[in-house]
């Protein structure tokens, strides 16, 4: 994060004495990244953070990944694909690589389990539904548009208030705005497309007395925490069981912590003549980033074509989620709302050829979806398999030769 917050009770001097008022003493915890090299918060405790009554194995939800080989476009259609209603534990794989993974998942009403990422930071994009997340630091609201940011190894659930289809963008490391956006002192510059202020972290702590309500330990027996982390082998997970409730801090401070961003709040940069993907940037991780492209007015040269030109990918592989109105550079194809298209590195690929004389003369694009690029080829998950549209590859030619 780009900026400091302090929220609940904090003492005034780091690494002292802090007690209740009863004068117990608060067990502080730092949590940071890179070691102690990079943001960090710290976070006051009534219990011990660290203390666990049992660990067994969590077997997770199928994590193999295919290549995308011989190489083609791909056509994933999200909503048919049907899942299981919690929000962390019936994630289904998309598309993936070492560096991030692709998930999606419709939710039910019922929270979640207790989870934490011990991987890397979680970019939640949320395609409709609203409700909470409850986490370590405080409680986010959600709701359609959002992002929503939760650092690596934070405790959190969600808690919908109805369902919600939550597309899961899950780091290998950190996500942050881009850097390009931000002065050396990590403010978020005038020619960002954002800025501090729209960005929402918690606004007091969430202290749970007792038992936790459902949804995991009874706050006696223990609260199970499902930890998803790494193994010499690969991903994998564990399941903890706390000797204390996590939701026990009091107060914390620093430049960490979970925060939303709404897209609504994005402000589009556009030109005389059709602008290239980066200026439509939200976040950046270690070899990917994350665009967004909403409504908006297009290109105002007198011989503009609004539509994407044809473009390669040199060097990435890119995956368009299609969330809201009518994609003009994609009419024909058969691509819809919930879909995602996976161009990878080394084919060519742009408009419907159709679609580029259509959109001569557009003075605005009515059109959200969610882009990542990725700089590692991606591999289809079991889940991206389950709802390929098998034609899409030869959409341009208006059908395979046989």
């Known amino acids: 994060m780009a900026y400091y917050r302090c929220v609940g009770d904090v003492p005034r001097t780091r690494h002292t004495q802090h007690r209740d008022p009863q004068g117990r003493l608060y067990r502080e915890e730092l949590m940071g990244e890179e070691g102690f090299s990079s943001d960090s918060s710290l976070l006051y405790h009534r219990g011990v953070p660290s203390a666990i009554v049992a660990s067994e194995v969590w077997e997770l939800p199928d ?7 011989p190489l083609r476009p791909r056509h994933l259609r999200l909503h048919e694909l049907s899942t299981g209603p919690d929000a962390v534990t019936d994630r289904r794989l998309v598309l993936g690589n070492h560096d991030v993974r ?25 395609e409709a539904g609203s409700g909470v997340v409850e986490t370590v630091f405080g409680v986010l609201p959600y709701r359609a548009g ?17 369902p919600s289809r939550l597309y899961c963008i899950e780091a290998s490391g950190h996500v942050a705005p ?17 800025s501090e202020r729209d960005l929402h972290g918690p606004t007091e702590p969430l202290v749970v007395e007792g038992g936790d309500g459902g949804g995991g330990g009874d706050g006696g027996d223990g609260v199970e925490v499902l930890v998803k982390h790494r ?22 401070d620093g430049c960490l912590y979970p925060y939303t961003f709404n897209v609504e709040d994005f402000m589009p940069i556009t030109g005389k003549v059709h602008q290239p993907p980066p200026v439509h940037q939200v976040f950046e991780g270690h070899n990917f980033v994350v665009c967004n492209f909403l409504p908006r007015k297009v290109d105002y040269h007198e011989l503009a074509v609004p539509v994407p030109y044809y473009h390669s990918n040199v060097d990435s592989d890119e995956v368009m989620f299609y969330v809201a109105g009518d994609y003009e ?10 879909s995602i298209s996976l161009h990878p590195g080394g084919h060519p690929h742009g408009p419907q050829p159709e679609a580029i004389e259509a959109s001569l003369g557009a003075e605005r694009f009515e059109e959200s979806a969610v882009m990542v690029d990725t700089f590692a080829p991606l591999e289809l998950g079991e889940g991206g398999l389950a709802c390929e549209d098998p034609a899409y590859a030869w959409s341009w030619a208006g059908g395979p030769r046989t």
Do not use: M
């Not at 193994?231 to 914390?252: E, K, M, N, Q, Y």
């Open 178 to 194: 881009p850097r390009r956006y931000l002065s050396r002192y990590g403010q978020l510059l005038e020619h960002a497309p954002y």
């Open 231 to 252: 193994t010499s082998a690969g991903i994998v997970g564990s399941r903890l069981v706390h000797d204390t409730h996590p939701f026990d801090v009091v107060g914390w």
């Open 63 to 69: 994590q193999a990944r295919h290549a995308n080989h």
């Open 146 to 162: 959002d992002y929503v940011l939760v650092p690596r190894a934070t405790t959190h659930r969600w808690r919908p208030a109805e």
């Open 102 to 126: 692709l998930a999606y998942v419709v939710t039910g009403t019922a929270p979640s389990a207790y989870y934490r990422n011990a991987i890397g930071d979680e970019c939640v994009f949320v």
């Open 329 to 338: 550079a994609r009419k024909g194809s058969g691509i819809g709302l919930g």
